[in-house]
């Protein structure tokens, strides 16, 4: 069935320093990419997305890559701050609205 | 604007208790969905609603677990009979089909269950 694998379960990097999240997904049917990240103890919120339509979108500190023939995508956020720790969800919709998500990744930020 | 919201906040259930989670989603939202989430497994997508019709029943969760939509307002997932390893937090999410911001997923606080 559809999957999404999130390659790496924990991250740490220095403050200051990029950080980079790695997804797969199996459906070429996949049309949209969302980011979501859970701080501890809170529920999880909308960061970044992407649609199928484009290879690349900036926000502030965040940008997201597609690699469709791959069948990638990556969270890349620059000059992390300590507030940037939590856990980053990616996720794919092989139809309109249905999302799988990926097992998550801790990414702790060092001072 | 009120954000999805879930009760109760902690549940803790004998096996084999019956159990009702509740959400309310967002106003306006078409779409409604029951996530469990657990530190092995991650997300997993018990059910999905479009509209309040039935999209996606849970595969392998279909036999204990029931997901509801009374209304477009509401909805309740029914675990029966509980077991403990259905221990986990149970997150509802909506979202707006159609809008400029479609399949943003909104996610309540979650329910935390834990089944003795």
């Known amino acids: 069935g559809e999957k999404v694998e999130q390659h790496e379960s924990t991250l740490s990097v220095r403050e200051g320093d990029s950080a980079v999240i790695n997804c797969t997904y199996t459906?070429?049917?996949?049309?949209?990419f969302p980011w979501y990240k859970q701080e501890a103890g809170k529920s999880l919120h909308f960061v970044i997305d992407?649609?199928?339509?484009?290879d690349r979108k900036q926000s502030q500190r965040l940008t997201v890559l597609l690699d469709k023939k791959a069948k990638r995508f990556s969270l890349h956020i620059t000059a992390t701050q300590p507030e940037d720790s939590a856990i980053y969800f990616c996720?794919?919709?092989?139809?309109?609205?249905?999302?799988?998500f990926g097992q998550g990744t801790k990414l702790s930020i060092k001072p | 604007d009120a954000g999805v919201t879930q009760t109760p906040r902690h549940e803790v259930a004998e096996k084999g208790q019956t159990i009702i989670l509740k959400c309310e989603p967002v106003?306006?939202?078409?779409?409604l969905f029951w996530y469990r989430q657990t530190k092995i497994q991650g997300l997993e997508l018990l059910s999905y609603?479009?509209?309040?019709?039935?999209?996606?029943d849970g595969g392998a969760f279909k036999d204990r677990f029931k997901a509801e939509m009374l209304n477009s307002s509401f909805s309740t997932l029914k675990i029966q009979p509980t077991e403990p390893k259905d221990s986990a937090v149970y997150l509802c999410?909506?979202?707006?089909?159609?809008?400029?911001?479609?399949?943003?997923?909104?996610f309540g606080s979650g329910t935390r269950l834990t089944v003795l």
């Open positions: 999410a909506s979202s707006f089909l159609g809008g400029h911001s479609a399949e943003t997923l909104y």
């Open positions: 459906d070429t049917a996949s049309s949209y």
């Open positions: 992407i649609r199928s339509n484009v």
């Open positions: 996720a794919a919709s092989w139809n309109q609205g249905k999302l799988i």
């Open positions: 106003s306006g939202h078409n779409d």
């Open positions: 609603f479009r509209s309040k019709s039935l999209m996606e």
